[in-house]
């Protein structure tokens, strides 16, 4: 499978800005998918994940209650809306998906992996 996370920029803290990543080369309602991201000198770190369905959604503790991950398996398409964001939540944002699905995942349960959208959020 393919990802290709577009929506990134440069924006105000306060600001909103929504992430889309787009899946190719396989049947997206196979796949538990994730939002992870990586500052400068900083790990790759997990932002937010979302299972087959949609039905289940679990969330880093930075971005619980700011950000939202959704999906439309028609449209073969998933999407973080973000909200509130902050200078910290500057980084590239990366979409990445598994056939698994981990409540609290590493970057390493993700076999597949987007090329990464700049998010940067300053005034």
Request: proline share 4%; hydrophobic share 35%.
């Amino acid at each position: 499978v393919q990802l290709q996370a577009s929506g990134g920029g440069l924006v105000q803290p306060g600001g909103s800005l929504r992430l889309s990543c787009a899946v190719s080369g396989g049947t997206l309602s196979s796949y538990a998918m994730g939002w992870f991201r990586q500052a400068p000198g900083k790990e790759r770190e997990f932002v937010a994940s979302i299972s087959w369905s949609g039905g289940v959604t679990y969330y880093s503790d930075s971005a619980k209650g700011r950000f939202t991950i959704s999906r439309d398996n028609a449209k073969n398409m998933v999407y973080l809306q973000m909200n509130s964001l902050m200078p910290e939540d500057t980084a590239v944002y990366y979409c990445a998906a598994d056939v698994k699905m981990y409540s609290d995942p590493v970057p390493g349960d993700f076999g597949s992996w987007g090329q990464g959208t700049q998010v940067t959020v300053s005034s």
